[in-house]
């Protein structure tokens, strides 16, 4: 991402609400002033001006962190998030100086506009400012590795602590789509697992199971020349995760486990994976999807954010009819990881959504216990699809997680 630059700014007391805390219209001016300042350090105030276009806010989400109070000096820095053809994505990350607490994150997403009001280009004095063009919004082109008998699409952004995600079934890696853009301070790793989106898909059974899923992810990270990763797994994520901790726990600094479970699946469970099977090899993903769909989504995020169901089908939709039958397979037949996890030494996050159906909150708890010291936390409101129902209060958990790491 390109860097805007970074501003320290104090807060007055006029800015304060009756309990002396920042107040959200000011922190509006303060990321206003931010970005003003940013352009007299750099290209000029009048960059603008200059250039005949006029950059008006068409969106602008906030989350807040921390409080801030009254001489509070703020450091705010801000990024290129994304930028289109007319319009650009800034994103603001507002930290006290003294305790680096972070206090707030806000995307803002600008339309250049003529003198009318009119949606302008972006011109090129502007552009190359900005940096090169990006899908505003941050999706990413993935990058292509090679894995055993086949290329991985994998998206990678940022620097910093490497963090491996790693999708469920049938997801791809756009499941993480907003961690993926909000945890700026880390650099994230996210492949289509084989047989999904951009990644290449055996035609035969034998090109998937639990190994090859958990060596592809060793074949990204040393393609990376990462030696150590912070592993975050959703769902069948997770169960990827367990064999690569079976099998190269060196590769693993730390674990998020999200919406998953350790055990295997139940005589009656393995059933429905054969009946789901031959659902993929008579009518396709898209059947697949609907049988599925009922149980990933709490009634909160079906009733409140339909959009998110069209996200699920989409990603459903990227699976090859191969990759579906392979990964069905893989779910079938995978063994008990309690063990495994009864030895895990490394730092662990476990989140749940509190509808979850699949891995339930009780489930999950049981599986936090089984590793010294785990952190477990329950997303209000989310089903089994946390990081995507609710992605902010996700994205916090991963964020504090992360921040927490040795
Ligand atoms: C997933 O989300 O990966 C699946 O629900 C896993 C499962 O069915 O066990």
Redesign the pocket.
């Known amino acids: 991402m390109t860097s805007f630059g970074t501003v320290e700014l104090t807060v007055y007391p006029y800015e304060c609400d009756a309990y002396g805390h920042l107040n959200q219209a000011a922190l509006l001016t303060l990321l206003e002033r931010a970005r003003w300042d940013a352009l007299a350090r750099g290209p000029g105030m009048d960059l603008f001006d200059r250039n005949g276009v006029w950059p008006a806010v068409r969106k602008a989400t906030i989350e807040y962190r921390a409080p801030a109070f009254a001489r509070d000096l703020l450091r705010v820095e801000t990024t290129v998030a994304g930028r289109g053809t007319t319009s650009m994505t800034l994103r603001h990350v507002v930290r006290r100086v003294s305790d680096d607490a972070t206090v707030a994150e806000a995307d803002t997403v600008f339309l250049s506009t003529a003198r009318l009001g009119r949606a302008t280009p972006i011109p090129p004095a502007i552009a190359r400012l900005l940096g090169p063009r990006t899908p505003v919004g941050g999706s990413h082109q993935p990058i292509r590795v090679p894995a055993g008998d086949v290329e991985l699409a994998v998206d990678v952004r940022g620097e910093g602590v490497p963090v491996l995600f790693v999708h469920?079934?049938p997801?791809d890696r756009t499941v993480w789509r907003h961690q993926l853009a909000a945890l700026s301070r880390v650099r994230r790793i996210a492949p289509d697992l084989r047989g999904v989106g951009g990644s290449g898909a055996p035609p035969g059974a034998d090109g998937y199971s639990l190994t090859r899923y958990a060596d592809d992810l060793v074949a990204v990270l040393d393609a990376l020349g990462v030696r150590q990763a912070v592993v975050c797994g959703?769902?069948?994520?997770g169960y990827v995760i367990f064999d690569l901790l079976r099998r190269h726990p060196a590769r693993v600094k730390a674990l998020i486990l999200a919406?998953t479970k350790p055990q295997a699946d139940s005589v009656e469970a393995k059933r429905g994976r054969d009946e789901l099977t031959q659902v993929a090899q008579r009518e396709g993903q898209d059947a697949v999807i609907e049988r599925l769909l009922p149980r990933l989504l709490a009634p909160d995020t079906l009733t409140n954010q339909p959009e998110v169901a069209g996200q699920v089908r989409e990603m459903a939709g990227r699976w090859s009819v191969p990759g579906l039958v392979g990964a069905l397979r893989m779910?079938r037949d995978r063994p008990d990881s309690t063990e495994t996890l009864r030895g895990v030494r490394v730092p662990t996050l476990v989140l749940v959504g509190s509808e979850d159906e699949?891995a339930s909150p009780d489930t999950a708890r049981a599986m936090a216990r089984l590793i010294p010291d785990a952190q477990y936390h329950v997303v209000p409101a989310a089903g089994?699809i946390a990081p995507l129902e609710q992605p902010l209060a996700t994205s916090r958990l991963l964020a504090d997680f992360l921040r927490g790491l040795p």
């Open positions: 469920g079934f997801f959703l769902s069948m994520g919406d779910l699949i089994h």
